[in-house]
């Protein structure tokens, strides 16, 4: 069975270190502040200019000032800090975050990552993404496996203009968790309920199968 968005955010959330910077992209990957496992402290950190974003507010807590950047409202954490958006990018192209999550419509076995335009619909530009992928150490892809009409968002190579080139090592998708090396997708987990064959079948680039295929801790 496919994750749902709220899961996809939950098995991301497994990759926070404490003490990471991160960075969370506007979709499934804003989702992700409000499953950061217990134990763990990190500092999330929005290009509008917020380090250290909390979950997302209660009815009572919402303040429309206090905004990410998708223009979502958003909790400010014990210690955040707010500043300039120039500050904030100054942050992002000095490599000083840890982690970047962010959403795309395609990657494939080089590390390419197409996340920002297709064509014929209106796209209000690429944000900060292009800058998170040159500055970020690490970058985590999530989203569903294939579009709607079933066609695999995982290639041999982007059809889409790229966002960045040769960034990306891994992608957690509704189906599964792959790494990226050698040109080539490698299967670490399958989503449970999810069989490695429908996993085969969606995914156009290379994929290196491995004997046992463990299913995601949720």
């Known amino acids: 069975m496919a994750l749902t968005r709220e899961q996809l955010a939950q098995r991301v959330a497994q990759e926070l270190q404490d003490g990471y910077y991160v960075n969370l992209g506007i979709g499934i990957p804003t989702l992700v502040a409000n499953y950061i496992p217990q134990g763990v402290e990190v500092m999330l950190q929005s290009e509008n200019g917020l380090l250290g974003m909390g979950p997302f507010p209660t009815e009572s807590e919402i ?19 707010i500043f300039s958006s120039a500050e904030s990018f100054a942050m992002i192209r000095g490599g000083h975050v840890d982690l970047t999550v962010l959403g795309a419509f395609e990657v494939d076995i ?3 990552i197409a996340s920002w335009m297709i064509p014929g619909k209106l796209i209000k530009g690429m944000g900060g993404a ?3 992928v040159a500055g970020a150490n690490n970058i985590i892809v999530t989203m569903t496996h294939a579009s709607k009409h079933g066609e ?6 982007c059809s889409l203009p790229l966002t960045g080139a040769g960034c990306i090592k891994k992608v957690v998708t509704d189906l599964a968790y792959i790494e990226i090396a050698d040109n080539k997708f490698w299967l670490k987990e399958r989503a449970p309920g999810v069989s490695v064959d429908d996993i085969v079948r969606l995914t156009e680039g290379e994929l290196v199968v491995p004997e046992h295929v463990p299913e995601m801790s949720l």
């Open 63 to 81: 303040d429309a000032d206090m905004i990410n950047a998708g223009k979502q409202t958003v909790t400010a954490a014990t210690g955040a800090s």
């Open 152 to 157: 695999s968002k995982l290639l041999t190579k």
């Open 110 to 112: 080089a590390g390419n």
């Open 130 to 132: 292009m800058d998170l």
